[in-house]
Structures are given as structure tokens and as C-alpha cells.
């Protein structure tokens, strides 16, 4: 918890009185835990003990025992007060203990570290303060009971500063990250296994004034909100006689147990509460239970408080348009001549009926010895009329391989050739790589110029052929020579006759260093020289350039 308890103090001292540790230790929730084994020092209760501590201390300052519950999970999940080596829980920011009270003033330090009940108490004072300030917002009509009523409490017992501010100023959209928002998720998650969702306030982003780059305080604008939603009342002040109803179907359970033997009960069937409920070991469930049987005695049990309400006259009930969800029925390519069952790996689930894959049903069929597309659907009705179908594409495999690196080429003259070096084939589906399968027909003979054609066949398992034609030349094509054209030189000057001039293949690339002249330059006599360049590449292809040289 961030804010600082110093500027709650006064206002939680006049409101419970509570201002001291001789006032929780005569609080009496130490002793309505008893049960549960005496306290040691620097040791952690157990799960159901805390339970037991939080739920009375809630009780006692008439806070919902649901909210101070999801108060500790969201500021120590653990519900710890002391860490394995039994020193107190202290974290970052200074938050003590289980409740993470950053003690100020008006609080004893060393009870806050060393005393969990204390340390409980003094949270859920301090919570309790924040509920009785003027300047928080309510719901209309609503008590202290109401667990929506605590939204605004709950906020302010992190701080009311713009980051815990329920709607983002620019889009109006709610703030999930907010402190009261995380917490009001925990309690839909731990009080009510996620089968009942608390309701919302219509908030607007006019209802708050505060700068989001600021750290100065919330203004709230709108200091009472109607809500349309159904409000939910704490479940824990229930006795012996009181009638409830379920908002679910339920379990009735033999023992204290999520496991036990049950029997299952249908929404809004009516149960009367025969005695105090009770908790349970698991560190999952911050529910409790409660001894219930129905109005005729014929079901008698333990029922979770996650599923029962007061409300009898308000419990509607809630129509299913949900549809369910098919899975698995994507489209897909198939070999030819295959196996195919138009329902494996395909499921239905539903949101109330759960698993409705046996209730699928597919018209349309799918021949596999014959190519081409075939289209399928899936439907699903669930016990509401609620009904999902899917539409599938099934094609039968008519995609050819696909034949890489067949590319015509030009080879060197008496070079060694192998038409299947670099050539590669994939197929589509699980065939997979087809290279071992390529069929070559045609030859090349390296010692004779000219152009073959080769042909490269593969076929798949579905009999999709692929053919491809390749030329392959063997080298007839002379080199080049450039640079020797013929020029006019000054009389006595130098002149080198591979000065300049380069020969190039189409294979042998660069030959210029073969470059053979024959014929001879004088440039001490006036005249015309004839000089013949020549140059052989490898594939025996001969160039010849004549270039006359003047000398004046």
C-alpha cells in the first residue's frame, strides 16, 4: 500500500476508534480463531487460519470479507508475514507485512512487523476509514455490505493519484491497471471462480479531475452513481434459517471439500443455511462454506459461497446465446487415395454444456480417389438451441512437385557434366523432398559442341506429375577480344601491342594473359603493321582480331 497512514490516522481513530494495539488485541478475532492452533511468533499461520483472522477482522469493521480478502491477495499474495527465515515481510516501498502498511504515525512499528493480527487489524481499519470519507464516491441507496460500494475505498487505500484513475482521459477506457480494478478482479476470481461478475459503474471521464503527469490527489466530480447492474451483497453474514439460492449450478458436497462426493443442484435452486459456515486448507480457495440443505431435506450438504445468493426475488435467469465452439475443422489439402475421417481432431466445446463433440454432425463427403475440392460442415446445437457451424474445404491433393536448379546452362567443352547435380524436387505435402525420385531423359555429350535437351520428371504419391526441359549447350562460343583497334602512333614512340587490350570468355571468364601476337611494330620506320591477336579458350573456341598499327 502506498499512501501514507499518517494522513488516515485521525479519520480511522474517530471513525472505529481503533487507534491502538490494545484495542485490536480486545477484538476478539485471535480468540474466534483459536480453533485453528495458537499463533506462533515468526511463523505463518496456515492458509485457513489467515482465512479465518481476515474473515472476522472484516466482519467485526462490517467490510464484505470478500474485498479485504482480495485487498491481501493483491498486496501479498501469499498471505505471508513473515518470510521462510521468519524475519517480516518488508517490501520495497516500506509496505509491512500482510496487509503492506507503510506505517507513518499512530501505529506501533515493531506489532505492524512482528503481529499479523495486528497487522490485519490495522488494515482493515484503515480500509474501514477510507469507506467513511465524504470526498469518495458511493453508490445510491447502497450500505456498507454491498461489495460494489468498496470500489472507491479499496482505490483509495493504494492512493486516489491519476494512475489508479478508473477510466484513461483520452480514449475513456477503463483502467484495468488500476489498484481497486486488479483487486475487484481478484474478488471475481477468488469469491466468485469467475461465475459472477461484480457490477460496473457508468462512469464518464468528466466524473474526475486530476493531470495524469501530476502526482496531486483525484478530484471526484460525481459523488453518487446509480447503477443498473445488480449489486451483490457480502455472503458472510448468512445464519442458521436464512434461505439462498444458487447463482450457478452447484455442488452440494458430504465434506469441506472441492473433491468430496457431491450432488449437483441447477441455477436458482433454493437452500437453507443450518449453521455457520467454515473454511477450508487450500491456498486457491478464499471462499468459505456453508451447511445448506434443500427445502425438502432430500439434498444436505456443504455448499461454496461462490455460488449462493440472498437475493431470491432478483435472481433472473440467465438466458444462454452463447454458441459453442468448434475446433479443429480448418481446411486442408489431403493425398490422393488417402484415409480420411471427416471428424478427427475436431471438438465442440460450450460454455455451459462443456463438451458437445460427440453431438457434431457433418453433411457433405469427401471422395479421396478423385481430385478437387470438396466442402464440408460442421454443426453443433447446445441445451440453450444455441447452434455454431463451420464450413471446411477439403482438396484432394492435385499440386504438382515442384522440380529447382533445372535451368539451362552452357558447359565447357570435355567438361564433366551430371544432370542431376544442384536439380531438386519438394512436393506439397508429406512427401516432402522428391529429389531422390527426379527421372532424367536425354543426353549430353561434352566432347561434342552443340545444344541437347534433357527433360526432368517427378511424380507425387497423389500422381501429380511435374516436367521440366532443359537446354544444355556445350561450349561453342568465342572468346572476346577488345582494345585492339586499330590506331595511328607518332614516329620513334613506344608502343607495347598488349597495352590495353583484353580477351574474355563466356566461361573461362578473363584470358587475357593468353592473348598470343603475332606480326611486329618498328616505330623508328614510317609505315602500316598488320598484327593478328589471338586467344583459345578451354572448349578449344578460337577469337582473332587484325589491327593495323601506323607510324608517322
Known amino acids: 500500500m502506498k499512501i501514507p497512514l499518517m494522513k488516515v490516522g485521525i479519520m480511522t481513530c474517530l471513525t472505529l476508534g481503533l487507534f491502538n494495539g490494545q484495542a485490536f488485541a480486545e477484538s476478539g478475532i485471535t480468540y ?6 495458537e499463533i506462533q511468533p515468526n511463523e505463518n499461520p496456515s492458509h485457513k487460519q489467515i482465512n479465518c483472522l481476515l474473515t472476522n477482522a472484516a466482519i467485526q469493521a462490517e467490510i464484505p470479507p470478500e474485498v479485504v480478502k482480495a485487498v491481501a491477495t493483491q498486496e501479498n499474495g501469499d498471505w505471508r508475514q513473515f518470510s521462510d527465515d521468519g ?5 520495497g516501498d516500506g509496505g ?3 496487509m503492506q502498511l507503510t506505517n507513518k504515525s499512530g501505529y506501533d512499528q515493531k506489532k505492524l512487523e512482528n503481529d499479523i493480527v495486528y497487522n490485519i487489524e490495522a488494515g482493515v481499519e484503515v480500509l474501514s476509514g477510507m469507506y467513511s470519507r465524504r470526498d469518495l464516491p458511493k453508490i445510491k441507496g447502497a450500505g456498507r455490505r454491498v461489495i460494489e460500494n468498496w470500489y472507491f475505498p479499496v482505490m483509495a487505500y493504494n492512493g486516489t493519484k ?4 478508473p477510466l484513461y482521459q483520452e480514449n475513456e477506457k477503463i483502467n484495468a491497471n488500476a489498484y481497486q480494478e486488479e483487486v475487484f478482479a481478484q474478488i471475481e476470481n477468488q469469491s466468485y471462480l469467475n461465475d ?3 457490477a460496473k459503474y457508468p462512469f464518464k471521464t468528466t466524473d474526475f479531475q486530476y493531470d495524469r503527469d501530476s502526482t496531486e490527489n483525484i478530484i471526484f466530480k460525481n459523488l453518487e452513481y446509480t447503477l443498473t447492474d445488480q449489486t451483490h451483497d457480502s455472503v458472510y453474514w448468512f445464519k442458521a434459517g436464512d434461505k439462498v439460492v444458487t447463482t450457478s449450478s452447484a455442488n452440494i458436497r458430504k465434506e469441506i471439500n472441492t473433491t468430496a462426493g457431491a450432488v449437483s443442484v441447477p441455477p436458482n435452486t433454493s437452500l437453507i443455511i443450518t449453521g455457520n459456515f467454515d473454511y477450508h486448507e487450500s491456498k486457491g480457495n478464499k471462499f468459505v462454506f456453508y451447511p445448506v440443505q434443500t427445502e425438502d431435506k432430500s439434498i444436505k450438504g456443504y455448499v461454496s459461497s461462490a455460488y449462493i445468493s440472498n437475493r431470491l426475488s432478483n435472481v433472473v435467469p440467465i438466458q444462454d446465446t452463447d454458441k459453442p465452439v468448434i475446433s479443429g475443422a480448418g481446411n486442408k489439402t489431403i493425398k490422393l487415395n488417402s484415409s480420411f475421417n471427416p471428424k478427427t481432431n ?12 460427440s453431438k457434431i454432425k457433418v453433411t457433405g463427403t469427401v471422395n479421396t480417389k478423385k481430385k478437387g475440392t470438396y466442402t464440408l460442415k460442421y454443426t453443433v446445437t447446445d441445451s440453450s438451441k444455441n447452434a455454431a457451424t463451420v464450413t471446411r474445404k477439403i482438396t484432394i491433393d492435385g499440386t504438382k512437385p515442384v522440380i529447382s536448379g533445372a535451368n539451362s546452362k552452357t558447359v565447357g567443352y570435355y567438361s564433366t557434366f551430371n544432370p542431376k547435380s544442384g536439380v531438386s524436387a519438394k512436393d506439397n505435402l508429406d512427401d516432402g523432398n ?9 543426353t549430353v555429350n561434352t566432347k561434342k559442341k552443340g545444344t541437347y535437351t534433357l527433360k526432368y520428371t517427378i511424380t507425387d504419391s497423389s500422381k501429380n506429375t511435374a516436367t521440366v526441359t532443359r537446354k544444355i549447350t556445350v561450349d561453342s562460343t568465342k572468346p572476346v577480344i577488345s582494345g585492339a583497334k586499330s590506331k595511328t602512333i607518332a614516329y620513334n614512340s613506344t608502343f607495347n601491342p598488349k597495352s590495353g587490350v583484353f580477351a574474355k570468355d563466356n566461361l573461362d571468364g578473363s584470358l587475357t594473359s593468353k592473348i598470343k601476337i603475332t606480326g611486329t611494330v618498328n ?3 614510317k609505315g602500316t603493321y598488320t598484327l593478328t591477336y589471338t586467344v583459345t579458350d578451354k572448349s578449344k573456341n578460337k577469337a582473332e582480331v587484325k589491327r593495323k598499327i601506323t607510324v608517322k
Request: glycine share 8%.
Open 32 to 37: 474466534a480463531c483459536s480453533t485453528f492452533g
Open 87 to 91: 524475519k517480516p515481510i518488508i517490501s
Open 96 to 98: 509491512i507485512g500482510l
Open 162 to 165: 491519476p494512475v489508479n484513475s
Open 196 to 198: 459472477t461478475k461484480l
Open 346 to 357: 475436431v471438438s465442440a466445446k460450450d460454455n455451459a454444456d462443456g463438451n458437445l463433440t
Open 434 to 442: 522428391l529429389t531422390s525420385k527426379i527421372k532424367v531423359t536425354g
Open 523 to 525: 616505330t623508328k620506320k
